[in-house]
DNA sequence: TCTTAGCACTCGATGCGGTAGAGTGCTAAC
DNA sequence: GTTAGCACTCTACCGCATCGAGTGCTAAGA
């Protein structure tokens, strides 16, 4: 049984170096030449069967050079890489976008993902923030648009505001909708969605008999908690950095990937997929779905009060610049969870 | 002089209508084949020739066929086309999108977006509606969140609502909160944005000076007109269905075309180049933006009270359905401009 | 005068053999 | 244990011949 030993890390780490800039495999020669490891091309050649007998990396083809195979890469992120310091116009570039701190989480979301992507050039998964708990009421309003439509708004005491139009008679005023929004209030305000049922609708009906033509309305809107979560939503940043990447240049898989992305159930699978805390990469068929079988993804969640109420991540092919892409999501994930816990407050 | 006859007509639209599904050129024999024009394929390439002097087709060498050049696909829009007609399945499923009728008016025009590039299986470009007139306050709201931080909603008369969270003092409670929204709505509502200029700030300013410390944080988010805008945003559906279209299977070409829909400044000059009312077929060149050179836009606008407020369009290659897609994009902004007209009302 | 059969011609696509070069594995010497 | 040397393998590339689709032209026929 062969045994990795210090030379035949440098080795594996050269070849994973040299093919993640070039995407060309990579041969013996080079690797003696622009490595400097001391030793002529037929010492690497030894070192670099016994890496194949080990299943770290693959030959295309005789007489071509090697690639790293998923089992190098892991190898790799486990045991070899020395993640990369940010520069400084990086942590500038993520210190300035989280400054605006009056947010709603659901826009540093979005924030992030667009940092992720800018970054490491390549395509950025972001979940939305999962409620901890459930949303509760914090306000809710009617305002009348025209002589037979209102405006419902609910707020959230997330800060997400729900708005729709409804239909109501023609003799309701802004008065009479003033009292209605009166005893919404009083009678919903605090309480979180789930709470809502029928008793405490059953006695708004009552009071509100008169108004009982748009009531139905209204109430539909708050008993719709899928309205009210971001949960499933999930952003995607830069899909078009893909096409730099020339594993991608064959439309077949450009296909194969780009209709798996417009699938959000598909992605969600993905992006949380035997998530836990923390960093997580997922290197080619370390991944449960067959279509992103030469991608990796690297992940991380967010969470507060040490619940987990969402993941960001980075999608790339397999030959990925690990050492960079894993610094980045890591501290934009440890960012993140510091401008929420400075936000928690009011949430 | 060669002259269009009945003929050379004939022979142009075979040409057309082969390649346009089989986007490979067209020969003579082909046509004499299968487009039954009782003449031998001798006969239909002396056509050919002629057609080619008039720059209607072209040879992309010599024993190639003929393919339509920019300028065929116009005579063919022009003068030979025969609009196909919606089929039953496609006739309900518009009408079906369209049932709900409580809707916002960015809604509907996001899901004419989705109808577009689901029915002709191009891109589908929608511009968000632009007021005819400036939006005006219909209601302000504001409601305490946590001590030290309040939502100030904004309703517009256009069926628009605006949200942002402000910081407060500590000391500022729900009733200040509606004592101030009140004074607001008294001054504000009603007025459309661009009357709220300063005097009027300074009256409510003078008003409300204990609560000075908060508003203008207030005030900000009124005076941010962009905000109230979705009339810069430009909605793409579908776009990975340029995928399936052949003279996209080069990865060039395809960046190209992909950054510029990433670029919404230059889809807003796509989408209302030489905008007139109705619509609009721009084939290759006849578009004033090169990336789209050989790409085909059909557009078209819709109005309220006769007033241009936005377009929607397919993007497709010149080698495009026109019969069908100029149907469909005619038709939606047909159903788009009644929808629109229904709802008017509460504009 | 228009149509068409026939034919020579052009040019891309395809396939094949040969070559160059990159890279390997093995062996034998250091 | 390392390395120089060498035979071997396989891809990429080039040139060449061939095939076939499609053309333009010409001359005969309607």
């Known amino acids: 049984m062969v045994k990795m030993d210090d030379r035949k890390k440098k080795v594996l780490a050269a070849i994973i170096h040299d093919y993640i800039q070039t995407a060309e495999p990579v041969g013996s020669r080079t690797i003696s030449r622009k490595y400097k490891l001391g030793v002529s091309p037929a010492t690497i050649r030894n070192e670099m069967a016994d890496l194949e007998e080990l299943g770290l990396i693959e030959q295309p083809h005789t007489s071509a050079g090697r690639v ?32 605006d701190k009056s947010q709603e989480i659901g826009k540093l979301i979005v924030r992030t993902g667009q940092l992720l992507s800018r970054l490491t050039n390549y395509t950025s998964m972001v979940m939305g923030p999962k409620r901890g708990r459930v949303a509760a009421i914090k306000h809710i309003q009617l305002v009348s648009m025209t002589p037979t439509k209102a405006m419902v708004i609910v707020v959230l005491d997330t800060g997400s505001v729900h708005h729709q139009l409804i239909d109501v008679a023609e003799n309701i005023t802004q008065a009479d909708l003033d009292q209605v929004s009166k005893i919404l209030n009083a009678k919903l305000s605090g309480l979180n969605m789930k709470r ?15 108004y009982k033509s748009f009531m139905d309305a209204a109430l539909e809107l708050l008993q719709d908690h899928r309205g009210y979560d971001t949960e499933d939503k999930i952003y995607l940043v830069g899909v078009y950095n893909i096409l730099n990447q020339p594993e991608f240049h064959n439309i077949e898989k450009l296909k194969t990937l780009l209709s798996l992305l417009e699938q959000e159930k598909l992605l969600h699978e993905i992006l949380v997929d035997k998530q836990s805390e923390g960093l997580t990469v997922r290197i080619g068929v370390e991944n449960s779905c067959d279509q992103i079988k030469d991608c990796t993804m690297v992940t991380a969640t967010y969470q507060i009060d040490d619940q987990i109420i969402g993941s960001i991540g980075v999608l790339g092919p397999t030959r990925m610049e690990y050492a960079k892409v894993i610094t980045i999501v890591d501290h934009m994930a440890k960012v993140l969870n510091k401008t929420l816990e400075e936000m928690k407050r009011w949430r």
Chains 1, 2 share one sequence.
Do not use: F, N, Q
């Open 196 to 210: 809502i049922k029928m008793t405490i609708l059953s006695e708004i009906y009552l009071e509100l008999a008169k």
């Open 68 to 99: 790293p195979s998923d089992l190098g890469y892991r190898y790799y992120v486990d045991h070899l890489m020395e993640p990369e310091k940010l520069t400084p116009s990086e942590e500038e570039l993520i210190k300035r976008s989280y400054e």
